[in-house]
């Protein structure tokens, strides 16, 4: 059942432990699938053993393709187009003086460097580019520069960026009744939510992802999906699109916002309807393949080959850089447009705020499109994922940051404290160079 | 229990039909997968269907990463280097010329055109280099130029390449027994065996891959190497090395070539063994990456994250015919050495013949590293997959060809009577050129 698990969301798997440092838990430290064959206690299967539990999971972020069944989001046969950066000393010395950074954490007693909280945060990569350069970028545990690390619910941004492209383009209306847009959507509770409501997660139906309760959604969502063979007995539906077809109401459409990864699916669902294109294809036509990606990025896959839109992309940093900057820069990257600016205009405006609640951590946000929104000073708006991924966009400082992470609890609200006045500082930093 | 049968062999699944022209069954006129969703008629998943038998596997072999686990052979992040190419009248002029070509299939009666043993084929993908250029490609059914496709069995062509150079370098040594190199072997039927009886599937081990047989062992093997979760009252082997070690004895080392595709796995243990890493990564650091290729590949693991070395790669067009300028070019590419030139030349060279029977289509043949040498008058040799796969190298007409394919037969007999003449024929034109 880890499938969906892995990926998803802001409640939390419980961590099998977190006596373990971000240092002592580096999965080349303990060793894990080291030798030929790896001792049985080093051992990361499938079958039989929780993968995507901590400390495991130190190593799975860069190994999900290897559990999984995936779909490639392709960047093309062409050269990639370089990311810019400075001189190698200029380079160094810009790392010297962002790992020195101090600040204040969050209802914290002592100030922690930059260097420190990459630590506190399991970081596994992070990058930081200012003014279309790269000025930051270290790598440790499990991800190298040519490695790919899991985003799990950073992919429903991507999806939302994808939705917002459409509606652009009017392709998609999103004041559409989702079941005029797919008629077999049937009776669900889905069927009468508007496109938007989707896109916003304002739909009022029953599904829990509180994973410590044995009766959530979560846990019929996650069977539905499983790329595995189902047990003989398994009565119930199978693929995401199928799990759709069956939910209840709880609410009422477009009250208040939830965070509810079955939105992101349905998403992705009304997505390939309109385009008649998986959600793979269309990122790698849109987004990938124009934007000069280095790698490839993939996406896993239910048992209908149907990707996983809520969180199964696991891509490169420095392609979610790319992906960052197109956001900054309103839809151009190395010159070229990519999609209007007012798709990015619209995200980072953020949506209604008198609907969010529940994120102490982003006390006056917002979430629109698939995108977290700060509402702060700088304006500043993230794509964010659980156990720590960011693609954090600050349009004030003309800075975007990435960081993917195996933090050992999945929900962001025990990393923030430490990450967003990081972010903050090196914003501030970067806007007195 | 696909994942083998999948990629194995010379013996075959039988086809579900052969009734359906390539035409017919292009993957793109039956529709398969089309839709969101597709009907249900058109799906093709792993659980509940054959999806490796014809003509579901005209669609597969381009999405065997959509059913199956896989670990990347990676790139690496830089610009590919391209290959050459003629300029595109010339290279118009080339195509019309070889689709023109006609030969006379083995054991025929009638002259074909090459362009009709494509499409007898069912080809799915064809290029051929000629000094150094490439003058002619195309694409068909499921593949394009950016997409990959399942090589199957010239899988063991890259392991036994992998090998000759770690041979050359004085890193293994062909002559000691197993046993020495891989203790865990205890006391299999292998274990007395050399790598070299290893390499050139010599070894004396009871292993029928006679899919028509239900007691033979290729059955016990795909359910050991299944990445899928086992039963719960499965008592067998769980992955492809602990297979090895029960094999039982049949025959003596040494005596005869029979392709038992458990010495291209045990040949992966090997070199793991002795370079400590996967044979995808020494893919990547020996050949993907030094070479430019233009796609990362990838090769399907079994539930312990070991790479198939025996059929699990999956890798573009383009791609392989890079690997056989290598071979041709004996070590070198792009200007670049990477490995010494022994390596190709010993392959090239062939093995013991007296040891080779039962291929009617390669009546003078031997095998030797993991390819097929048929000494024949251009001392052209091949790596070969089932289902129509090869990378075709004729030293004398300085010609490498790579057809990829999805004939609805497994066994090459019944594809090389219109393909090893066609091959011949182009050499031929093109010497003349």
Redesign the interface.
């Known amino acids: 059942m880890a499938t969906i698990v892995t990926a998803i969301s802001a409640t939390s798997v419980p961590a099998q432990t977190d006596v373990f440092s971000a240092q002592e838990s580096d999965p080349n430290v303990i060793g894990w699938?080291q030798g030929?064959?790896?001792p049985d206690d080093k051992?990361?299967?499938?079958?039989?053993s929780n993968y995507f539990s901590f400390p495991k999971l130190r190593w799975s972020v860069c190994?999900l393709?290897?559990?999984?069944?995936?779909?490639?989001i392709?960047r093309?046969?062409?050269?990639?187009v370089p990311l810019s950066y400075p001189t190698p000393s200029e380079f160094a010395d810009l790392a010297l003086e962002i790992d020195a950074l101090t600040f204040m954490p969050i209802d914290g007693t002592e100030e922690i460097t930059w260097e420190e909280s990459l630590y506190a945060n399991y970081t596994d990569g992070m990058i930081v580019m200012h003014r279309g350069e790269v000025v930051y970028e270290r790598y440790f545990g499990c991800l190298e520069?040519?490695g790919k690390h899991a985003i799990m619910s950073m992919t429903k941004s991507i999806t939302g960026l994808l939705a917002e492209i459409l509606l652009a383009e009017g392709v998609l209306d999103d004041t559409r009744p989702v079941r005029e847009v797919v008629p077999?959507i049937g009776d669900s509770a889905v069927a009468s939510s508007t496109v938007r409501e989707v896109m916003d997660m304002t739909t009022g139906v029953q599904y829990s992802e509180n994973y410590s309760d044995p009766n959530a959604e979560i846990w019929d969502y996650s069977r539905a999906a499983s790329?595995?063979?189902?047990p003989a007995d398994y009565e119930g539906p199978d693929?995401y699109?199928e799990y759709f077809q069956q939910v209840e109401p709880e609410g009422n459409h477009g009250d208040a916002f939830h965070y509810k990864t079955i939105n992101s699916d349905m998403l992705g669902?009304i997505i390939?309807?309109v385009t008649?294109k998986?959600v793979t294809d269309l990122a790698s036509e849109r987004l990938w393949r124009p934007m000069g990606a280095?790698?490839?990025a993939?996406q896993t896959?239910d048992?209908?080959?149907?990707p996983f839109a809520g969180g199964g992309v696991t891509a490169?940093l420095?392609d979610l850089a790319r992906l960052g900057t197109l956001m900054l820069n309103e839809g151009e990257i190395h010159g070229k447009r990519l999609f209007p600016a007012e798709v990015a205009q619209k995200i980072s405006a953020g949506g209604d705020r008198s609907k969010f609640a529940g994120f102490p951590t982003i006390p006056n946000g917002s979430y629109t499109s698939q995108w977290w929104i700060f509402h702060n000073e700088h304006g500043a708006y993230a794509a964010r994922g659980a156990h720590g991924q960011t693609i954090y966009v600050d349009p004030t400082a003309e800075m975007v940051l990435v960081r993917v992470a195996s933090y050992p609890r999945a929900q962001n609200g025990f990393i923030d404290p430490t990450s967003l006045p990081a972010y903050q500082a090196v914003a501030d930093h970067l806007m007195a160079r």
Chains 1, 2 share one sequence.
């Open positions: 699938m030929f064959p790896p051992l990361i299967t499938q079958p039989d190994h393709r290897e559990f999984l069944p995936t779909e490639v392709r093309g046969v062409g050269a990639p520069e040519d077999e790329p595995l063979p189902k693929s699109w669902w390939s309807r008649g998986s280095e790698m490839d993939h896959v048992a209908k080959g149907v490169g420095r």
